[in-house]
């Protein structure tokens, strides 16, 4: 295992590489989440920082001030302040010379960085837009009044609208075939893409689903319980549960081989599918710990499709 403790910062946004962690009243950090090194500091927004994008170039931050800011990584200069929501931005999607933004004011707007003009707004939820996706002819976002939208993003006209969470939608993804979703009710839903007709309702988290990604054959959501649990995209079986977070889970993000995970308890741990002993640092002291074992050894991914077991990543030593 690896596990960086930010001290009182807040992981925000990540690959399976880089992070980026924010506290209130210092500076903003890119970090590589292998060795802990800093490679950025970003600072000039008047509020919190409250969601961050980043791609090779470009890093875009947004805060409670209403505002984005465009930095160059490379010299770690703010190159740009773009103003026009009318309250916080909640949720960011970051594409070449585009920024997609979510907003406490209950709207969405695309805009281009290299200008700072906004293209595009998207208007119609009743509550804050709290997460947001786009492939590039469609937006879909989810908002605090319980219902999930999705727009023609050349027109900026709402195609369709999804209803069924009781709660405040916290986090979203889709492709071609689902769109998944989490809610404060503590249920997760999985819609068909196509038709926005409701597939399956996924319950065992205790609070609410903040987060969460799906591949082909598993969803992996957080929550605010504390824990990470993994299911069956096609049976929505809880294949198992991951509890070594000691508060909210904020953020996390999976590749084949490979989860990192955030939470608000100020640590980031980097999970890899493997059968072995895990071993963990912590501020830099390395230890072997029989404890580091997921809540279940070993299950079988998407109904004996693959065997496979989430343990804390070792930094190859």
Same mark, same amino acid.
């Given at each position: ?15 399976? !590489? ?26 000039? =927004? ?17 805060? *409670?001030?209403?505002?984005? !800011? ?14 026009? %929501? ?38 119609? =939820? ?30 900026? *006209?709402?195609? !369709?609208?999804?209803?069924? =969470? ?14 998944? *979703? ?9 819609w068909s893409a196509k038709s926005g007709k409701l597939i399956r309702t996924l319950t065992g ?10 591949? %082909? ?19 929505? %079986? ?5 509890? %070594? =977070?000691?508060? *909210? ?31 963990? !640092?912590?501020?830099?002291?390395r230890h072997n710990s029989s404890s580091d074992r997921p809540t279940k050894d070993v299950d ?18």
């Amino acid at each position: 295992m690896i596990a960086l403790v930010l001290k009182g910062g807040l992981c925000v946004s990540f690959d399976d !590489r880089f992070a980026v962690s924010v506290k209130l009243g210092d500076p903003g950090q890119l970090f590589d989440i292998q060795t802990g090194r800093c490679y950025m500091l970003f600072a000039g =927004h008047t509020g919190m920082i409250s969601a961050v994008k980043f791609n090779q170039k470009l890093l875009v931050s947004a805060g *409670s001030d209403a505002t984005l !800011r465009i930095w160059e990584i490379s010299s770690g200069r703010c190159e740009r302040v773009i103003e026009g %929501h009318l309250g916080e931005i909640t949720c960011l999607q970051l594409d070449d010379d585009i920024v997609i933004s979510g907003s406490e004011d209950h709207t969405a707007k695309i805009w281009q960085i290299s200008t700072g003009t906004c293209l595009k707004t998207f208007q119609g =939820h009743t509550g804050a837009i709290c997460c947001l996706q786009n492939t590039s002819t469609t937006l879909v976002t989810g908002s605090t009044d319980t219902t999930i939208r999705m727009w023609d993003i050349q027109t900026a *006209s709402c195609k !369709r609208q999804l209803t069924g =969470h009781t709660g405040h939608v916290f986090c979203i993804q889709f492709d071609l075939e689902y769109i998944c *979703s989490g809610s404060n009710d503590t249920c997760i839903k999985i819609w068909s893409a196509k038709s926005g007709k409701l597939i399956r309702t996924l319950t065992g988290h205790h609070l609410g689903v903040v987060c969460l990604q799906f591949d %082909h054959t598993k969803i992996v959501s957080g929550s605010a319980d504390k824990t990470i649990k993994v299911w069956s995209i096609k049976t929505g %079986h809880n294949l198992y549960t991951l509890n %070594h =977070h000691t508060g *909210s889970l904020w953020a996390l993000h999976f590749t084949t081989n490979k989860m990192v995970s955030s939470s608000i308890d100020g640590s980031l741990l980097i999970w890899d599918f493997a059968f072995q002993k895990s071993k963990s !640092r912590v501020c830099g002291r390395r230890h072997n710990s029989s404890s580091d074992r997921p809540t279940k050894d070993v299950d079988r991914l998407e109904d004996s499709e693959h065997e496979g077991a989430f343990n804390l990543l070792d930094n190859g030593n």
